[in-house]
């Protein structure tokens, strides 16, 4: 049954940013010779109008059609369509896990707690060794990182096994700005680090050589980011999946080409045996640096 989107306040919230992201990403090219009230977008014979300010009394009819338009042409649900268009300006991690308990898309309160908990300290943990790779991250935020954290959003919830969306926004790249934004390298970076994680766990199983992690904790790997993994797996034994979807805000992501990863149960206990060699090898000078700065502000007040 096709899904006919008519809501007013629905369509309102598909901004022009988000579709004249998807559109072009999809091939869709905007003509430049038209007024500064529409945007106009032609692919083949057809054409779209996408009015540039979304309070116009007709912005939620052009939408309307738009969506129409892209279902015909694209073959597809308006629905799976209004998705794709309100994330076209975030890179889209969906963090997935198979347990016993799981039905309808319910899960038992304690597990689906956990998962969004440690679902943010695997981003947070990404993001600090984008600004800066260590293996132990103690104390305050860099700016970057919690600049990054306020804008990044949890999306609504799939049916299924039960997923945990994560919205990393990525910003439109500028003729004058031609700089990767630091939230595609955050989501670059947890995309890496889960890989290295996975493969380096694999060749610890048979080499035994713990040392082996000093030398991926470039690629993002730190006790933080293990402990968020081994707090999603859990007592329970949860397998897990993480699967990425790029915005088309950029240019066309052609770089990384599984952007599937899966981190199994089995590695629970080598995992939290990581955790505990990247904390013993940190260094300190930080952690004694943020102690004596909290202290002279607790002395002060």
């Known amino acids: 049954m096709k899904t006919t989107i008519r809501d007013k306040d629905a369509l309102q919230k598909l901004s022009p940013l988000s579709f004249s992201s998807y559109l072009s990403s999809n091939h869709w090219h905007e003509l430049k010779d038209n007024d500064e009230q529409t945007s106009v977008w032609i692919k083949d014979d057809e054409e779209i109008l996408i009015p540039v300010d979304p309070s116009l009394r007709d912005y939620p009819l052009r939408i309307f059609e738009a969506l129409r338009t892209l279902e015909d042409v694209e073959a597809r649900d308006q629905s799976q369509i209004y998705r794709d268009v309100s994330r076209a300006n975030f890179d889209c991690i969906r963090i997935s896990v198979n347990h016993s308990g799981i039905k309808n898309g319910n899960i038992p309160i304690e597990i689906g707690a956990r998962m969004y908990s440690k679902a943010y300290d695997l981003v947070a943990a990404s993001a600090y060794s984008t600004n800066s790779p260590k ?167």
Not at 147 to 152: E, G, R, W
Not at 155 to 161: D, I, L, P, T, V
Not at 208 to 219: G, L, S
Not at 230 to 239: F, K, Q, R, W
Request: negative net charge.
């Open 135 to 301: 293996p132990f991250y103690r104390g305050g935020r860099p700016k970057a990182v919690n600049d990054y954290l306020k804008q990044t959003k949890f999306g609504q919830s799939e049916e299924g096994r039960y997923i945990v969306t994560i919205l990393s926004p990525v910003a439109p790249r500028s003729d004058k700005l031609r700089e990767t934004p630091f939230s595609r390298l955050v989501t670059e970076k947890l995309h890496s680090s889960l890989n290295a994680l996975l493969k380096s766990t694999v060749e610890y199983a048979s080499k035994k050589d713990i040392e082996i992690f000093k030398e991926v904790i470039k690629t993002g790997i730190s006790a933080n980011f293990c402990d968020a993994v081994s707090g999603m797996i859990g007592e329970e034994g949860l397998d897990i999946n993480a699967n990425f979807s790029w915005s088309s805000a950029l240019q066309k992501y052609e770089l990384i080409s599984n952007s599937d990863v899966k981190i199994a149960a089995d590695y629970f206990n080598i995992i939290e045996d990581v955790s505990k060699y990247l904390k013993e090898i940190s260094p300190l000078e930080d952690f004694e640096a943020d102690c004596f700065k909290s202290f002279e502000i607790n002395w002060k007040f």
